[in-house]
């Protein structure tokens, strides 16, 4: 069964520099979203994607935050300069919605560590 | 916007038992209630989901219910295993391609 995946699984960098998040959805997904978990809370929803656009994001979305969908398989999520407090588990979905039993359906990558020193 | 509250936060059951997790939600518009299992390191699945035009929904040992009225809905295992242990997520949604409200999770630990 196609799953979604993402690279890397663990991701450590200094307070400040970029990193960029790489995410796979499945092929024929059209909704693609990011979630992040910080450890021992909630998994909260950052953005969604659809047709080459943020179709949805929240207020953890701010300007140092961006998406992109560069090919037309992967998906990525970038922190121009991160935080302390962006160390969290990030979550990278993708959703079907061409109709159907699954349309609602949500399929989760494995998810990327990444932890800000 | 919508907010889920989950309870409870752990669970332990003694194999065989029921396990039920409980979820409530704000939002009269939410129509769409996925429950996902995530085991230690591992990406969180979808084990049932239900949709508000339904009440109740079974997959084998597993059953979702549904009240819209008072605005919740819960997770039932029955003859739980050891394999069931995991950390269980509830979520609701307005529909297709809108965000997932999670709930904060239950560590369900099935006892031997």
């Known amino acids: 069964e196609p799953e979604v995946t993402q690279t890397p699984s663990h991701q450590v960098t200094q307070m400040g520099q970029e990193v960029i998040l790489r995410c796979v959805p499945i092929?024929?997904?059209?909704?693609f979203y990011w979630y992040r978990q910080i450890l021992g809370q909630k998994v909260e929803f950052l953005v969604s994607?659809?047709?080459?656009?943020?179709?949805?994001k929240s207020e953890i979305f701010d300007d140092q935050f961006s998406v992109e969908r560069p090919d037309g398989s992967n998906f990525t999520l970038k922190i121009r300069s991160t935080k302390l407090e962006d160390s969290a588990m990030y979550f990278c979905?993708?959703?079907?919605?061409?109709?159907?039993?699954?349309?609602?359906?949500?399929?989760f990558g494995p998810g990327t560590r990444l932890t800000v020193l | 916007g919508e907010n889920v509250e989950q309870h409870p936060s752990t669970l332990s059951v003694q194999e065989g038992d029921s396990a039920v997790i409980k979820c409530t939600y704000s939002?009269?518009?939410?129509?769409?209630f996925p429950w996902y299992k995530q085991e230690l390191g591992k990406r969180p699945q979808l084990i049932i989901d239900?949709?508000?035009?339904?009440g109740e929904k079974k997959d084998q040992r597993i059953a979702v219910t549904l009240n819209k009225t008072a605005k919740h809905f819960s997770l039932h295992i029955t003859e739980t295993q050891p394999e069931d242990s995991a950390v269980y997520f509830c979520?609701?949604?307005?529909?297709?391609?809108?965000?997932?409200?999670f709930g904060t999770g239950t560590s369900l630990t099935v006892i031997p």
């Open positions: 979905a993708s959703s079907d919605f061409s109709g159907g039993a699954r349309r609602d359906t949500q399929y």
């Open positions: 092929s024929n997904h059209l909704y």
């Open positions: 994607f659809y047709n080459n656009e943020i179709s949805e």
């Open positions: 939002d009269s518009a939410s129509n769409y």
């Open positions: 239900i949709r508000s035009n339904v």
């Open positions: 979520a609701a949604s307005y529909g297709p391609g809108n965000q997932f409200y």
